[in-house]
């Protein structure tokens, strides 16, 4: 690791400038507590000097696992401050993933919500690595982060000078093919992505934003763009959809993140009309794709505020975006189907498996170059020789470009279903079912087929009320997309199992399938 100081701003200047510009303004509300700038700039210093005490140094490993609560960024900026490297701990998250996430990212310093303390002795004691636990807030057993930060000496905030290659943030992978992946996330991409989001989201001038998606995680990139701008964060603890309405109503946000999974339940399960959204300037979804009736179904409820973003862990979930004044059903239907134009200040290539560009309108990989790549995966060589080839990030996404520059993501380079000869995307076969009015959400995959090689199995959920004939459904998909691409199974479920970032699992789903095959190719 490098120690050269950095002749340009790292992550950590920018959090001192934005918890230090604008102190009598209000930082954070959860709930009915409300923190100014000048109380988070205090207890994120003392915080600091508390991991001061117990060894955090530059390079030290620093995990973090907490429900959303104030005191869960400023620990992240103490760490960042500190020259420790930091990762987040899913709260959906199972004690064998904490402890694998521990060991392989050598974390030192674990700081919990007193609700994890009991799975925190658990991780303790079965991560070699994790040498002090501290709690946010009183739980027996382990050390009081809060108390030990009200007893710290009081002090201005200070950040230590880091090269912007040094990795700050080593952030996991979904795990959705194996076991996940530490991206080696640096000062400069962290720097990089506040400028792409800011640049990209179109901040609103006063920013209130909403997150209800964990902050451990990519929810909180959102957070310095508004903090550097005098905004004000609402956090809540988990994603309830009455809740959140309350919360937009109640906190006139404007704008806010939302994974599809979250959007669909907002549609399905409550009256959206029955809470004043209208301060909502922006409503950015993500980090899965969403099919073009439920983006249609979502602007006739909340308006022309939606903004979708694509983009992977790797480069900080910010490549392309969609702008929302190109969400126009009337006059560009078309461009519900894209994943947007590259955002200022990344290259999107797509290439074929020699690594050669591909034509418009042909289907090739996303290929990414920019300075928030990762700098590699953590301990992974082979991998990040795989990632990273030709100064281009290959990313596994499958995706067409049109002549006017929008991209068409097709899928996963993992997804396509080889079935009877053919390859399908599975993307393609879930958008046709999506069409249908009384589908809520759905997932294809390929299941072992004597016949077929692999057989286009789908799993379907239906919205509240509606009763769903799979054959007539299968028949629609046929007559849309062709016999090859039509479902040789359906299975109507009550849910989709989804991973801790709200992504639709479908490792678990070919789990059931797959289970005892030496390799996921029939």
């Known amino acids: 690791m490098t120690t050269t100081a950095a002749t340009g701003p790292n992550y950590s200047s920018l959090i001192v400038e934005a918890l230090t510009r604008y102190p009598t303004r209000e930082a954070f509300v959860l709930g009915d507590r409300r923190v100014t700038y000048a109380e988070a700039a205090d207890t994120t210093a003392r915080i600091q000097r508390v991991m001061h005490d117990h060894r955090v140094r530059r390079g030290c490993g620093v995990g973090v696992l907490s429900p959303n609560a104030p005191e869960v960024f400023m620990t992240q900026a103490a760490a960042f401050l500190s020259g420790a490297r930091y990762s987040g701990l899913h709260p959906m998250g199972s004690i064998s993933d904490h402890v694998f996430l521990c060991d392989d990212a050598e974390i030192e310093l674990l700081v919990v919500h007193p609700k994890f303390a009991d799975a925190a002795a658990t991780i303790a004691e079965r991560a070699g690595s994790v040498r002090q636990v501290l709690t946010i807030g009183p739980a027996g057993g382990f050390p009081d982060l809060l108390e030990l930060a009200g007893g710290a000496a009081p ?16 952030q996991y992978t979904g795990g959705t093919t194996g076991k996940p992946k530490g991206a080696m996330l640096s000062h400069r991409a962290l720097v990089q992505e506040v400028q792409s989001l800011t640049a990209a989201w179109g901040l609103p001038e006063n920013p209130r934003y909403l997150a209800a998606s964990p902050i451990t995680h990519a929810a909180v990139l959102p957070l310095l763009p508004t903090l550097l701008r005098g905004g004000t964060v609402v956090l809540q603890q988990g994603f309830d959809p009455d809740a959140w309405l309350r919360a937009v109503e109640a906190e006139k946000v404007n704008y806010t993140f939302l994974v599809p999974t979250m959007l669909y339940t907002l549609l399905d399960r409550t009256d959206p009309g029955a809470a004043d959204t209208s301060s909502l300037e922006s409503l950015v979804y993500g980090a899965a794709p969403m099919s073009a009736a439920r983006i249609k179904e979502a602007q006739e409820v909340f308006g022309p505020v939606l903004l979708q973003v694509y983009g992977q862990t790797e480069c900080m979930g910010m490549t392309t975006s969609l702008r929302k004044d190109e969400h126009d059903p009337v006059r560009r239907p078309e461009l519900l189907a894209s994943c947007g134009r590259p955002v200022p200040g990344v290259e999107v290539q797509l290439l074929d498996d020699a690594g050669s560009p591909v034509a418009d309108g042909e289907i090739g990989e996303i290929a990414v170059r920019s300075r928030n790549v990762m700098n590699g995966y953590w301990k992974r060589p082979d991998e990040t020789a795989a990632a990273l080839r030709g100064g281009w990030l290959h990313t596994g996404d499958m995706a067409r470009r049109a002549d006017d520059g929008f991209f068409y993501m097709v899928d996963r380079k993992k997804d396509m279903i080889v079935t009877g000869g053919f390859n399908v995307f599975a993307k ?24 077929w090689g692999e057989a286009i199995t789908a799993f379907v959920v239906a919205r509240p009320d509606a009763t769903i004939d799979a054959d007539e459904l299968i028949a629609s998909v046929r007559a849309r997309k062709g016999p090859h691409q039509a479902p040789k199974r359906l299975e109507i479920v009550s849910d989709l199992p989804t991973t801790a970032v709200g992504k639709i699992d479908k490792k678990a789903l070919r789990a059931r399938h797959w289970a005892d095959r030496s390799r996921q190719i029939n």
Not at 155 to 170: I, K, T, Y
């Open 155 to 170: 002090g201005p905030l200070r950040a230590l000078p880091v090269d912007e290659e040094e990795v700050g943030w080593l």
């Open 428 to 451: 393609e076969v879930e958008d046709a079912i999506a069409a249908h009015s009384d589908v809520s959400a759905v997932a294809v995959i390929g299941v072992p087929d004597e016949k």
